[in-house]
């Protein structure tokens, strides 16, 4: 399994982690907004599929010493930036499916849970994205979130966001070329 992720299809990137357990702890970080806070954001979700929610990042806070946000982020990218969303689906410790950027062009997130011994496997795909800016960007962004997900589970120190999403950025400009 590699860590990079890959394109599945036009306009959609899939990843997969293999995660310190159990599922309902994977779960937990995924649905408590305090515990998703520290990986990708803050934000109240119910468990009922039709309702809407709202994420509020804080990406310079999510790793140490990594306050500088790219120039070409800093527009839409500052700390408290948020999204709306709404939950398409809600299994608890199996499936949660969301809308993403509900208010501009809306994509859709799919993660799935499964145990594979004492670990998860989490299986993540963003679909319905445009362009091959916004799959880099979505793709760096994910594969950084997740690092720091695996950080968190883990009880490791995460790196800093934005420079690490910088560099696997630029990784997956190389790698998907114009695919997207």
């Not at 954001?41 to 990406?59: D, I, K, S, Y």
Request: hydrophobic residues 35%; aromatic residues 8%.
């Amino acid at each position: 399994m590699s860590d990079f992720g890959v394109v599945t299809e036009a306009g959609a990137v899939r990843f997969e982690r293999l995660l310190p357990g159990p599922v309902d702890r994977v779960w937990s970080f995924l649905t408590d907004s305090e515990k998703r806070g520290r990986w990708l954001a803050f934000g109240e979700m119910q468990g009922r599929v039709g309702t809407p929610f709202r994420l509020e990042f804080h990406n310079t806070k999510l790793g140490p010493g990594d306050t500088d946000i790219p120039a070409k982020y800093q527009d839409n990218c500052q700390d408290g930036v948020s999204t709306h969303g709404r939950i398409l689906a809600w299994e608890p410790g199996r499936l949660l499916s969301f809308t993403w950027a509900e208010d501009d062009h809306p994509s859709e997130v799919t993660i799935e849970l499964s145990p594979v011994g004492d670990k998860v496997r989490l299986i993540l795909t963003h679909r319905r994205l445009g362009g091959h800016g916004v799959m880099i960007s979505v793709a760096g962004g994910w594969h950084t979130h997740l690092e720091i997900l695996a950080a968190q589970l883990e009880g490791r120190i995460a790196p800093g966001f934005w420079t690490r999403h910088t560099a696997l950025e630029a990784e997956y400009d190389r790698r998907l070329g114009g695919q997207g």
